[in-house]
């Protein structure tokens, strides 16, 4: 894939997806991120690692554990301490959970080797490519037959993402290739939803006419019972509100 930017740039935004799939539970999102090779050592600015934040956020049933054990597989420090000085173990003892506790005192045997001899999934990084607008990097995933509907944990797709961050290019792409413009995500937003008016931005016109040609459902409501319609007029998107009005 084609480097759009500098490395050390695309490595703090790689280390900083990863602390977020951590303190996520995203399982899946975290193993991509860790075969990209994001830095597992990426520290906040409360020292936090991606190891603590998923540990300081873990829950009995979650998928925090999960995270936790790719982490150790992969050579995370699980001695790693915050600012506050604790380290996974000391957020896994005061919250009393007993799983995490185990797994952390009884690690799995750091096998980065092993780890990092598996690939990148090709749709989690045409997944990413949408979602960092890089078109030409989504372009040439699509000619490989990179899947379209590849998602996170909160069931956001490739074309999601490019429609709320207002990257037409890759929203253009990827309608062309097929990709499901009606997929609605775990919030109950469709990727017009998201076009239309996401907080903190006003809506991203050029992604919601393209929706629009390609006939994405405009009166789709998320669980709030909100369309595309009333989330461009509660981001105050005039432009947006006066495309939606319009009937094709």
């Not at 399982?27 to 936090?48: G, N, P, S, T, Y």
């Not at 001695?79 to 003892?93: I, N, P």
């Not at 750091?110 to 372009?139: C, H, I, Q, S």
Request: proline share 4%; charged share 25%; hydrophobic share 40%.
């Amino acid at each position: 894939m084609p480097v759009t930017e500098r490395p050390s740039t695309a490595r703090t935004k790689k280390a900083t997806q990863l602390y977020n799939a951590a303190r996520e539970g995203d399982k899946a999102h975290v193993k991509q991120l860790i075969l990209c090779r994001a830095d597992l050592e990426w520290q906040d600015f409360e020292k936090f690692t991606p190891l603590n934040v998923a540990a300081a956020h873990c829950f009995e049933g979650s998928g925090h554990v999960g995270c936790i054990r790719l982490l150790l597989e992969a050579g995370a420090d699980k001695d790693a301490k915050t600012k506050g000085g604790k380290s996974a173990l000391d957020w896994a003892q005061a919250r009393g959970h007993e799983s995490l506790i185990h797994l952390l005192e009884h690690p799995p045997r750091a096998a980065p080797a092993t780890v990092y001899a598996a690939k990148p999934d090709p749709g989690f990084l045409l997944w990413d490519g949408a979602n960092e607008g890089d078109a030409d990097g989504v372009r040439e995933l699509i000619a490989s037959r990179a899947s379209l509907e590849w998602k996170s944990i909160h069931g956001f797709t490739a074309l999601h993402r490019a429609a709320a961050s207002g990257h037409s290019a890759c929203v253009r792409l990827l309608l062309r290739e097929g990709a499901n413009k009606d997929a609605v995500d775990a919030f109950g937003w469709t990727p017009l939803l998201r076009a239309s008016g996401t907080p903190p931005t006003s809506g991203h016109e050029e992604c919601v006419r393209l929706l629009l040609e390609a006939r994405a459902d405009r009166d789709a409501a998320d669980k709030e019972g909100k369309t595309a319609i009333d989330r461009a007029r509660d981001c105050t998107a005039a432009s947006v509100v006066a495309l939606l009005e319009q009937r094709w």
